[in-house]
């Protein structure tokens, strides 16, 4: 089962980008991963490439994706593109959702990126004067048709950009369309709370509502609380790319090959991203994952220190979060609680059968410490689903020493009871005053849309509160 990523907008790419040097990073070394993210390639010099398309609406993110697909002169590349699957248009979208779901998509795309600069990829023929959205289909059929056994799409986008908010709902609406059988899971990252731009309360109104209405499940980043997790691993000044670095280890970490869904001859049938969701979405309207990896520290040579046991990673992961239920308590005035989770334990050491007991997994502990620490629904028997690998996998902050790890995609009320409820407050406020609306009317978005689109927002945070309950 193949997945097919769509990266959209500035946001998308950028975590895109560091996604894709992991992914690849670890698929030189592992077939199963090789599987899971790279399509193959064809005769002679074609070493396959990643399997993903790369949309924006102006070229500036792009470019630096595509200098990473470039051959070097022994033949080697940092990014294996596919040929035409960097796709742009002329200019941005002004952090205007109307403008990316309604204007975007007829634009036509660039075809004048720098023919000397990007070698792997520039050399496509985009056909006559093509838009970003039929481009866009195209590409992704391409990559669709070229899998074994196609599956579902997995798209990236911000909630407060014009491009990754607007494109990126609009063209999970049009896949659905033309692949309505596929599953589709996205990886939206929300602005921070204090506020980036004037606009960001209605762009992600109107990106949650098509979202809550397209998509299987997705996986919700808050920037506020990535900053901190970063923060955590940095001892300087958080930039974006720590912050991605964060995001991608989290995704990378929870939808890739484990052994314990794998069959007895250990490879990979990809099925993990659309388990994930069988597991962690149990109402199909309730379909937002809160997602953290934590790992194993790191030993360096200016801190020696032991390496942690499962027990003490595990107590990690479940002091954050219970850390994170406190601050909503505190802040909000509200208690969180998990409609479901998977708990992914990836382990290097357990492969080498170590003798050392306390440095193995304890499958029926771990699940029993996040299952107090979730503070899991009571209608739900079975809220936590353990997978196990014996293989590591992360290449983040912590690099390459790091043996343990375990990942978290948890169903948590507080999307809606908070995240949601809280959004419904900034962007009515702004909607009450008409602020801003002649913006998205130029576009095409009328008052009706904005209502029917807090209509399926208010009904997201009613339908938390009764699962929660
Ligand atoms: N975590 C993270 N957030 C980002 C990054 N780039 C932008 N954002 C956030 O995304 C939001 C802005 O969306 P962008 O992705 O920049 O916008 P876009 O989709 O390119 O849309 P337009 O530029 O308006 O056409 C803000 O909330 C930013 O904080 C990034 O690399 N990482
Ligand atoms: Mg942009």
Redesign the pocket.
Known sequence: MSTVHVH?????N??GKEFWLKASFAAALDENMKRAFVTPGGLGEDHGHVRAVFL???KK?LQNILKLGRVNKKGYSRLRLGRGNVISSAK?????WS??HHYLPMERVSKDWDTNLYLYSHDFDYGEEDSMLKTAMERIRREVESCDSFSGFISW?????????GF?PRLCAELKERYPVAYQMNVV????TSG??PM?AYNELLSLASLQTDSDAIIL?E?DE?MEAAKSMSSSAVS?EE??SY?ADCVLNAISPVSSLSPPNGLTIGIEPWELIRSATPMHNLKFLHCRTVAQAKSTRVTPTLPDTWDSICNKVCHQIRSKFLKTKSTNNCDDSTLAAVCVCRDTESLKKTSRQTNQVDVSKTASKMKNALNCTKWNPFPIDMWVHEQKLFTGLAKEDVKKSITICSNLTSFGTVHCANLLKSAKRKFDAKAYMHWYERYGTSETDFREAFEVVRNIVEEYKMAGT
């Open positions: 959209v907008g500035q946001c998308g950028q975590i924006d609406s102006e993110v941005g979208c002004g952090s205007n403008m990316g986008h911000s909630l407060a950009g014009g491009t990754g908010s990126g990252v929300s602005p921070l980036e731009n960001q980043f920037n990535v974006f912050m991605n995001i």
